[in-house]
């Protein structure tokens, strides 16, 4: 039976780059698969998943935050829904998702929570619904533990000045303003 799997992670992860492995293995295999984003998520073109470490691809589906269906949408033939930045999801998206995994699985990827330690909604839903939950590992930019937060930061005189409080508003970025860090670091 299909699943709905939430692949998390902090930042610098590779979550991307797995899902774009993905999608190039079951495409090897003549298998069609949906490459599904949030429209949230416009840093590397509207149209685009793009990883720094490998080619990105075209996305098939960009949903906003009220698509609660894919009634509109041919299902026929395909073999696996894979959707990236996850966290960006609406509840109903999590939920239009999760009614899909009756006939097709659907691989999510996406962060756990925002800078403050918060779980984005997204992000909430999916460990609500999801069938299954795997944490893709990486480590603290500080020190070698495994990173969970991805800290947000300013620059002051070349020091970076760590934030851990203030709006829930969404801040898109990437090493210019985040990095993966480990409680004890983030903490301090």
Same mark, same amino acid.
Not at 165 to 171: H, I
């Given at each position: 039976?299909?699943?709905?799997?939430?692949?998390?992670?902090?930042?610098?992860?590779?979550?991307?780059?797995?899902?774009?492995?993905?999608?190039?293995?079951?495409?090897?295999?003549?298998?069609?698969?949906?490459?599904?984003? /949030?429209?949230? =998520? =416009?840093?590397? *073109?509207?149209?685009?998943?793009?990883?720094?470490?490998? %080619? *990105?691809?075209?996305?098939?589906?960009?949903?906003?935050?009220?698509?609660?269906?894919?009634?509109?949408?041919?299902? %026929?033939?395909?073999?696996?829904?894979?959707?990236?930045?996850?966290?960006?999801?609406? %509840?109903?998206?999590?939920?239009?998702?999760? %009614?899909?995994?009756?006939?097709?699985?659907?691989?999510?990827?996406?962060?756990?929570?925002?800078?403050?330690?918060?779980?984005? /909604?997204?992000?909430?839903?999916?460990?609500?619904?999801?069938?299954?939950?795997?944490?893709?590992?990486?480590?603290?930019?500080?020190?070698?533990? $495994?990173?969970?937060?991805?800290?947000?930061?300013?620059?002051? $005189?070349?020091?970076?000045?760590?934030?851990?409080?203030?709006?829930?508003?969404? =801040?898109?970025?990437?090493?210019?303003?985040?990095?993966?860090?480990?409680? $004890?670091?983030?903490?301090?």
């Amino acid at each position: 039976m299909p699943k709905l799997y939430f692949r998390y992670g902090a930042m610098n992860s590779s979550k991307t780059a797995n899902l774009l492995m993905v999608a190039w293995n079951y495409r090897s295999q003549g298998k069609k698969v949906l490459l599904v984003k /949030p429209q949230a =998520d =416009d840093r590397f *073109g509207k149209d685009m998943i793009s990883s720094r470490a490998i %080619e *990105g691809a075209k996305v098939d589906i960009i949903m906003d935050s009220k698509m609660n269906n894919f009634d509109n949408i041919c299902l %026929e033939n395909i073999h696996c829904i894979l959707v990236d930045e996850a966290q960006f999801l609406s %509840e109903t998206n999590v939920e239009a998702l999760r %009614e899909i995994t009756k006939t097709i699985p659907v691989i999510c990827y996406g962060l756990r929570t925002d800078y403050r330690s918060k779980l984005f /909604p997204g992000s909430k839903r999916l460990f609500e619904l999801a069938d299954v939950l795997e944490e893709i590992k990486t480590i603290c930019v500080k020190c070698d533990r $495994k990173a969970i937060i991805n800290a947000k930061f300013y620059i002051h $005189k070349k020091d970076r000045i760590i934030i851990r409080d203030g709006s829930e508003e969404l =801040d898109l970025g990437c090493e210019e303003k985040y990095q993966p860090m480990c409680w $004890k670091c983030w903490s301090s």
